[in-house]
């Protein structure tokens, strides 16, 4: 029911700002319960770490995912701003992160969705978050980058 009221008030532009102020709170809540409590635990979330392409330091924040198979499936939506999120900038630069879910943490590869991919996850993440829609007009049209984050098997990095 919380799910489903959070779904539809995500449209909104007050509920962005709102929840872009909230942001430092679900990221410490986050740290501390190892991924295991994020966006209220309403919905599918997780914490990524990625390298900051400027200051080469880590760069958590809480995000929604959709499941693909075994990888984790992001999007840069700023919550429908004109400018992309420095996390997925930090991704571009730097492809490996480290991503804490279901109160386990291990290291991803991110790859950036293109073409047919990229249009067969848009339709994955629209049916777990419908406001994305409404944060693409938002953002003036521009493309909202989107991340598979692919779980680095132990031994392998």
Request: hydrophobic share 45%; no cysteine.
């Amino acid at each position: 029911m919380m799910a489903t009221l959070t779904r539809r008030l995500g449209h909104h532009r007050w509920f962005g700002a709102a929840v872009r102020l909230l942001v430092p709170a679900d990221r410490l809540i986050g740290r501390l319960t190892s991924g295991r409590v994020v966006a209220l635990g309403l919905l599918p979330s997780l914490i990524i770490t990625t390298t900051g392409r400027r200051s080469g330091q880590p760069r958590s924040n809480p995000l929604l995912y959709v499941s693909d198979g075994d990888a984790y499936v992001v999007i840069g939506s700023n919550w429908g701003q004109p400018h992309q999120p420095a996390w997925s900038l930090n991704l571009l630069a730097q492809p490996a992160a480290e991503v804490a879910v279901g109160g386990r943490r291990f290291p991803v590869h991110a790859a950036l969705a293109t073409g047919a991919e990229r249009d067969r996850l848009w339709r994955l993440l629209v049916a777990e978050w419908p406001a994305y829609q409404t944060y693409v007009q938002r953002a003036g049209g521009r493309e909202i980058r989107i991340f598979r984050l692919t779980p680095i098997p132990p031994g392998s990095a």
